[in-house]
């Protein structure tokens, strides 16, 4: 153990060259440890202070907001791993293939951090289905936003009668794979090879959220384990 006015280093004994003398060693091991001790707690202290200063509220999207929208979902089309879409569309396309009661943005005064939408089904038959699109951009990352919007998401989709809510990722996009899952999300399955960006194939994960408090017609939640469904009641968890 070392120990000066600012800081204590505890470290494990190491296998060390004879030439070196064993304090030389030690004192160099101080030194790296100090640096990299302190290096973490500027980087910790300066994410608390970003957090706390983050004062965010999760409001319907509005017309006005479709160029920040759009901004965010360029940014994410740049990532490469996020849509295989290679530019937004304009707001008329986006506006008419999503629902306007499951539309959200993180608002924080007239900056926005992330949005959500639910684009439904198309045939008829599946009206209780609906597939979630969520794009936070840099500023608003590992902030919870994510997590709010799919939350409001959620309750919103529960009010309009949707049972089923369902997600495309691509495979190398771990960041959103692990927020879907986080957020009662479960992997049903993958298409494999399904695009191509950039001379690159990627595969496409196949996730679905089912609610316990709303089903399709004739289907009760409570009654949603019977017959031949594959669904388990723990995954029926919104």
């Not at 089904?121 to 599946?126: D, K, T, V, Y």
């Not at 996730?207 to 031949?228: A, M, W």
Request: hydrophobic share 35%.
């Amino acid at each position: 153990v070392f120990q000066n006015d600012f800081v204590q280093v505890k470290y494990k004994e190491i296998t060390y060259n004879k030439v070196l003398h064993s304090d030389m060693v030690r004192l160099l091991l101080f030194y790296l440890k100090t640096v990299a001790n302190y290096t973490s707690s500027v980087g910790e202290a300066l994410e608390t202070k970003k957090e706390s200063n983050m004062n965010y509220q999760i409001e319907p999207l509005q017309t006005e907001d479709w160029p920040q929208v759009r901004s965010i979902y360029a940014e994410s089309i740049s990532t490469g791993v996020s849509t295989f879409d290679t530019k937004p569309p304009n707001w008329k396309d986006w506006d008419s293939s999503r629902l306007t009661s499951c539309r959200f943005v993180a608002r924080d005064g007239k900056y926005i951090y992330g949005w959500v939408s639910l684009s439904p089904a198309p045939a008829p038959e599946l009206r209780w289905v609906a597939e979630v699109s969520i794009h936070v951009g840099k500023a608003g990352q590992r902030q919870g936003i994510g997590t709010a919007l799919l939350k409001a998401l959620f309750a919103a989709s529960e009010n309009e009668k949707y049972w089923t809510l369902t997600a495309e990722i691509i495979s190398e996009n771990r960041a959103s794979l692990a927020l879907h899952k986080k957020c009662g999300f479960r992997e049903i399955g993958y298409r494999e090879k399904l695009g191509h960006r950039q001379g690159v194939w990627h595969d496409v994960i196949l996730l679905e959220k089912r609610s316990k408090k709303t089903g399709g017609p004739g289907l009760q939640p409570e009654n949603v384990n019977k017959g031949k469904s594959s669904i388990r009641k723990s995954q029926l968890d919104y």
